[in-house]
């Protein structure tokens, strides 16, 4: 398998953060530092900045995401957004499967299959989370979590569909704690991500697969993490607010 095939995605998930003027002047603030990237450049933020981020972006490498999406196009769901309505104001991306969503607000490994399979068909692309709990790595039990996760979350992605979809391992105990996996830690889960998909779909399809890691990822640790083979790219919380350290989180990408 060759690294070369495939090109490094840093994302940003801006979480519960930034109203409309405020997402403008950060991506207005990011555009010129990121206009060389070697790499994808996406921004995940919250539904009522998407329209003003996208304008902000317009005519530059950066994409504009979502962080969740519904799997119905339209109806009596409260609260709940459509893949037609987030392309409508300019959203190319969704995240879906946060650890915060499954977490705090009841998403299942069966709903995010539900929404993954919604948002390819609408003709978005799916940046797909999974990840362990702290207790479930001191059980020795963090690959059977993810597969587990990752094979329900899948159910149903044909291989040409799977182009679409960036899988973002993270670590449920590394998120917003400052507490990293380590290189190897984060490869070694990566990798099983990788021959997971080659035994779902094949070879080729693994090979060619976006595989990021995130979790306290920060413009210190990352290169060291994206030099890891089976790391392409980033999913990035807190420093993704922070114009500097995001491109310098890109830079290491792009290197
Ligand atoms: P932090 O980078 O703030 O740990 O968040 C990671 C994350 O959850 C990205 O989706």
């Known amino acids: 398998m060759d690294k070369s095939l495939r090109t490094p995605v840093i994302a940003g998930n801006w979480k519960m953060n930034l109203t409309p003027a405020a997402a403008k002047a950060l991506i207005e603030e990011v555009k010129p530092l ?18 003003a ?33 987030l392309q409508a104001v300019g959203a190319e991306y969704a995240v879906i499967g946060h650890s915060e969503r499954r977490q705090f607000f009841g998403e299942t490994d069966v709903t995010v299959n539900l929404r ?28 059977e979590v993810v597969r587990y996760q ?35 830690q984060a490869n070694e889960v990566c990798k099983g991500i990788r021959q997971l998909l080659a035994e779902l779909y094949d070879a080729d399809t693994a090979a060619k697969a976006v595989i990021q890691y995130g979790g306290s990822m920060n413009a210190a640790n990352a290169a060291d993490l994206l030099a890891q083979y089976d790391i392409d790219g980033g999913l990035i919380g807190g420093a993704s607010l922070k ?13």
């Open 34 to 51: 990121v206009a060389d990237a070697g790499c994808g450049v996406v921004f995940c933020v919250p539904y009522v900045d998407i329209a």
């Open 53 to 85: 981020a996208a304008e902000a972006a317009a005519g530059s490498n950066i994409k504009i995401g979502a962080q969740n999406v519904h799997w119905e196009s339209k109806g009596a769901y409260t609260g709940e957004i459509s893949a037609e309505m």
């Open 116 to 143: 993954v399979k919604a948002a390819l068909a609408a003709g978005l692309k799916v940046i797909l989370c999974n990840g362990e709990l702290l207790e479930q790595r001191q059980q020795g039990i963090t690959m």
């Open 150 to 184: 990752t094979k329900i979350n899948l159910a149903g992605v044909s291989a040409s569909a799977l182009a679409n979809v960036i899988i973002a391992y993270e670590p449920v105990w590394a998120i917003g704690t400052g507490l990293t996996a380590t290189p190897e």
């Open 243 to 255: 114009a500097k350290d995001f491109a310098a989180i890109v830079a290491a990408a792009s290197a």
